[in-house]
């Protein structure tokens, strides 16, 4: 059986975790420190490779969050028993300045503007596995936030 149809479940895993309020960076939201980025660099994407633990645009502020979701990536894989040496790519975009809209409506739970999470992997079979949706964020802003005690990542 071809165990790379389970990179959809690794997607679905990834997207989860990352959306979540427990993504923690410093503290904070890590989606809104990431939507700060985006507003500091004048741009609506900011896009993480899991695979080089890199993110665009470049910054070491997410080093942590990088190292832990390249971890993440690579025990789910292990747990599926599916070699790192299968997956070409593994990429998390954040497009705060999505152009397509949601399809449903999207309860606002946050203060804000909506924003487009998508995490794919690529196969070494070409074959993209991709979850993708909507939610509302603003800017890390500590003023309005309450710093949590612990870091996830």
Not at 148 to 153: H, L, P
């Given at each position: 059986?071809?165990?790379?149809?389970?990179?959809?479940?690794?997607?679905?895993?990834?997207?989860?975790?990352?959306?979540?309020?427990?993504?923690?960076?410093?503290?904070?939201?890590?989606?809104?420190?990431?939507?700060?980025?985006?507003?500091?660099?004048?741009?609506?994407?900011?896009?993480?490779?899991?695979?080089?633990?890199?993110?665009?645009?470049?910054?070491?502020?997410?080093?942590?969050?990088?190292?832990?979701?390249?971890?993440?990536?690579?025990?789910?894989?292990?747990?599926?028993?599916?070699?790192?040496?299968?997956?070409?790519?593994?990429?998390?975009?954040?497009?705060?300045?999505?152009?397509?809209?949601?399809?449903?409506?999207?309860?606002?739970v946050s203060w804000g503007s909506l924003f487009k999470l998508t995490v794919a992997i690529k196969d070494d079979k070409n074959k993209e596995h991709i979850a993708c949706g909507f939610s509302y964020c603003g800017p890390h802003n500590p003023t309005k936030e309450h710093q949590?005690?612990?870091?996830?990542?």
């Open positions: 059986m071809d165990r790379r149809k389970e990179l959809s479940n690794v997607v679905s895993g990834l997207y989860g975790s990352f959306i979540s309020r427990n993504n923690d960076v410093a503290g904070y939201w890590g989606i809104g420190k990431l939507c700060l980025l985006a507003q500091e660099r004048e741009t609506g994407i900011v896009e993480l490779n899991l695979l080089t633990e890199t993110i665009a645009p470049e910054t070491t502020q997410f080093a942590r969050l990088l190292r832990g979701y390249h971890s993440f990536l690579k025990r789910h894989l292990s747990a599926r028993r599916i070699p790192l040496t299968w997956v070409v790519s593994a990429n998390i975009e954040l497009n705060f300045r999505p152009e397509d809209r949601p399809k449903k409506h999207i309860p606002i949590s005690v612990g870091e996830r990542f």
